[in-house]
């Protein structure tokens, strides 16, 4: 049996209080913490690709570490920053309690050297990987691959305490390299279908009415239909638009049955949605 038993790879994640997964991301989720490799995670906004590092960090009890991507952010950014203007006034003022002859004391760690440094094992969460060129995702794997990086100034290398768990977003507004895409794991979450999305409603209203959810659910996928929104209403918006509908106490179930949509504008966040969706809710049928 030598060589053909089945490598048993261990579970840890299995879901948290307010997040709904199927088995083909729990699986995905596992098998990327197993291997300690990054996951990619693709989906139009609202899908829960942010949320799913926040429910991970959750349900294994870990701290969570997020970098949020900028256009004209450089790796060294998320690496580190070294403070040499605080450094220069500490030494030209002389009213600091930091030793100015030692640059350490003026180093302060990035989200990735955070992950590094940390004493425990944490989830680090990079959103929107997307917005950065090619050469910053590249390295920044690099980086990953090796758990550790150099800072120039001190002659010191950072080592990481422990692998965090990776979790990178990407909204698909521009194409990742294929090195880049060779050494992450990769899912697509496809938006909520009516089931799950039922599922996703009833997790966070636990007692709601069976027929403001149906009908609200129902409505809310009418909405996403309408030709020419730039930006559909995700599950974020759905949610808020159920809770601001169970807060108003003059609200019927049947306003929604006969084509009323309260609160256009928790749903839709532009104005030209917001117009557009308010020119032809009256000619929907519901």
């Given at each position: 049996m030598f060589g053909k038993e089945k490598e048993k790879i261990p579970t840890y994640f299995h879901g948290a209080s307010k997040y709904v997964l199927d088995d083909e991301l729990k699986k995905i989720v596992n098998i990327s913490i197993a291997l300690e490799m990054p996951l990619l995670l693709k989906g139009e906004p609202g899908t829960g690709k942010t949320m799913l590092a926040h429910a991970i960090a959750e349900a294994l009890n870990m701290p969570l570490i997020i970098l949020n991507v900028k256009s004209s952010m450089k790796l060294i950014d998320a690496l580190y920053q070294y403070d040499t203007l605080t450094r220069l006034n500490d030494a030209r003022f002389g009213d600091s309690k930091r030793d100015v002859s030692n640059i350490e004391e003026y180093i302060r760690m990035g989200k990735i050297g955070q992950a590094f440094v940390s004493p425990i094992k944490v989830v680090l969460l990079i959103d929107e990987i997307d917005k950065a060129d090619t050469d910053f995702q590249d390295d920044m794997l690099d980086i990953l691959d090796q758990m550790q990086f150099d800072i120039i100034e001190i002659d010191k290398t950072i080592k990481a305490k422990h692998r965090p768990i990776v979790i990178i977003t990407s909204n698909a507004k521009k194409d990742l390299s294929d090195p880049f895409l060779g050494r992450c794991n990769f899912h697509h979450i496809a938006f909520p279908d009516y089931e799950m999305m039922k599922k996703i409603v009833s997790v966070h209203f636990p007692d709601i009415n069976r027929e403001l959810m149906e009908n609200a659910i129902k409505t809310f996928y009418r909405l996403r239909e309408i030709k020419g929104?730039?930006?559909?209403?995700?599950?974020?918006?759905?949610?808020?638009?159920?809770?601001?509908?169970?807060?108003?106490?003059?609200?019927?179930?049947?306003?929604?049955?006969?084509?009323?949509?309260?609160?256009?504008?928790?749903?839709?966040?532009?104005?030209?949605?917001?117009?557009?969706?308010?020119?032809?809710?009256?000619?929907?049928?519901?």
């Open positions: 929104v730039e930006k559909k209403p995700a599950t974020r918006e759905l949610i808020n638009w159920i809770r601001a509908l169970r807060a108003d106490p003059d609200f019927q179930v049947k306003d929604l049955i006969k084509g009323e949509v309260p609160y256009l504008g928790v749903l839709f966040k532009k104005s030209n949605d917001y117009n557009l969706a308010r020119s032809v809710i009256g000619r929907m049928r519901i």
